[in-house]
């Protein structure tokens, strides 16, 4: 993939921010799991909890990725109009 593929400064220096950013998702998403406990073994409603958990992740990463600088709005933004 040649240069498309490799590591630029953009990168070297957002990498430990993107990190930070998915470790406190994961750790949101343990949280929010162990909450959703019930309803995710519940055949009525595991869907709609797995929605809810699926949802907790998307925007607890976002907010966290903005916080943290990982990246900005006018990225994110840029990225969901164009379709990834």
């Known amino acids: ?25 994961g750790a949101v998403l343990l949280a929010v799991a162990a909450l959703l ?5 519940t055949p009525g409603l595991r869907y709609a909890a797995l929605a809810a958990l699926v949802g907790a992740g998307i925007v ?16 994110l933004r840029r990225v969901l109009r164009r379709g990834g």
């Open 1 to 25: 993939m040649g240069a498309a593929a490799s590591w630029d400064d953009r990168l070297r220096a957002r990498l430990p921010r993107v990190l930070a950013a998915s470790a406190a998702m």
């Open 37 to 41: 406990a019930g309803p995710l073994a």
């Open 60 to 75: 607890s990463y976002a907010g966290f990725g903005i916080a943290l600088g990982a990246f900005n709005p006018a990225e």
